[in-house]
């Protein structure tokens, strides 16, 4: 590991509000190409923090929206959480606190910027979620799943009152740009607890994904994930469509 690098991660831990690393530090910030380029060496990648650290981010961001939006219904909460837990989301949160240049990837990989890109960060924040978890239990985990969304709190009083749809119509129409469009793209799970996934697109480009228990509430988390990207200034405008 270069000096950048642990230069990165010493800046990132001080960002997470950390003293010291935790056990699975270096696991959670080490990608899939890096391993395999030192597959010799056994070194372990984050894909399987990831898979824990999805789980943990959920229960603590769902905890967090209970305890902000006490009276809502489920459509309301499921709206929130897709404003705040969405790969964008987290992406940007990755971006903003200097997550990629902590992230150990292989020599070719790197030279495609892999990094930085979204899918990539927003499994290293997942992976990073686990890595606190299995340290410090519920109680860190819930402390950095504050810190990783709480950019994204301001929108949701907004969220709350409005259906998230239509909010993300009026938005981005007032900036010139053309309606949403909504796009299934997976219908998952077994007969009695299927799950649906949409996409969101705005001047082409999909901005939001959101999942629900039927079509219409996925549609609505995805609405709420694009709501909270345009409305920090993302719209696309007139000029984007058709690129």
Known sequence: MDKTTESARAALLSRLG???????FDEAL?????????RAQRIPDNQRLEFLGDAVLDLCVS????????????GVLSRAYGAL???ESLARWARENGVGPALLVGRGAASTGISERTNVLADTVEALVAAIYLDEGLVGARRVASLIVEGGLG?????????????LQELVQ???AAAPAYRLLAVEGPDHDRQFLVAVEIAGKKLGEGRGRTKKLAEQAAAAAAFA???????PTPSDEGE
């Not at 950390?18 to 699975?24: I, K, S």
């Not at 929108?155 to 909010?167: G, N, P, V, Y």
């Not at 990207?229 to 719209?235: C, E, L, N, W």
């Open 229 to 235: 990207i345009v409305s920090k200034g993302d719209a």
């Open 63 to 74: 905890e967090l929206l209970l305890e902000k939006l006490h009276d809502s219904d489920e």
């Open 18 to 24: 950390l003293e010291q690393a935790p056990r699975h």
């Open 174 to 176: 007032a900036g010139g």
């Open 85 to 87: 837990v969405n790969g």
């Open 30 to 38: 080490t990608h899939s190409s890096y391993a395999n380029e030192h």
């Open 155 to 167: 929108d949701i009083a907004e969220l709350s009152r409005r259906d998230a749809k239509t909010a």
